[in-house]
């Protein structure tokens, strides 16, 4: 790709947890040269500040509000350090209670309004490669590429299992399974912005698939659209 073409390529990758949307979309963005937002990170923020603060997840005013009143910021070094309000969660945002509270707090309009206000005004400072659940949809519809990955729901599971286990973690893969089922169904559900292809999304199932051989094609594709 031309130089001047990679300031301002913006490339959205979506999928429902598990489907390898994150560590695909950091490797993508680094060979590229672009910047990596991780839309997820941001409202595990909300989720985290929300179960710090003991607000019910299921107070949508009071979640709005916290919403609304907090500061994340997403380091743009490799470090990919994870802010709210000054404090590092990089790690703690990855809990499962987080994971289990981030869907329903995701859900709510005023958080959304929020945060996709601040990821858009992210992709408007250069070329962004950002992974979600509604980025081709509603945050970046003008993407200049939309990926959207998926993978059975047994291979999800196994996949974020085995993180959590690595990084200390004590959890059942039935617990992470039952949660990831529930998840996708929040995800599907909710009213705003709810977790689909966008209508031009180069589809792909990442079951089998090494990250290399995934990171490989989306690249491959994004060449030849150039």
Known sequence: MKQREQRTLKIAIDGPAGAGKSTVAKIVAKQLQLFYLDTGAMYRAIAYKTLKSRVPIDDEFRVSEIAKSTEV?????????????????????????????????????????????????????????????????????????????????????????????????????QEVAQDMEQRDRLDTEREVSPLKPAQDAIILDTTGLTVEELVAKILALAQEGK
């Open 73 to 173: 910021i997403l380091d743009h070094s490799d470090q990919r350090i994870v802010w709210c309000d000054g404090e590092n969660v990089t790690l703690d945002i990855r809990c499962p209670e987080v994971t289990r509270a981030v869907s329903v707090v995701a859900a709510y309009p005023g958080v959304r309004e929020r945060l996709v206000e601040l990821q858009r005004l992210e992709a408007k400072r250069g070329g962004v490669v950002m992974d979600g659940r509604d980025i081709g949809t509603y945050v970046l519809p003008d993407a200049d590429f939309k990926f959207f990955l998926t993978a059975t729901l047994e291979e999800r599971a196994k996949r974020r299992w085995i993180e959590l286990k690595k990084a200390g973690k004590e959890v059942t893969f």
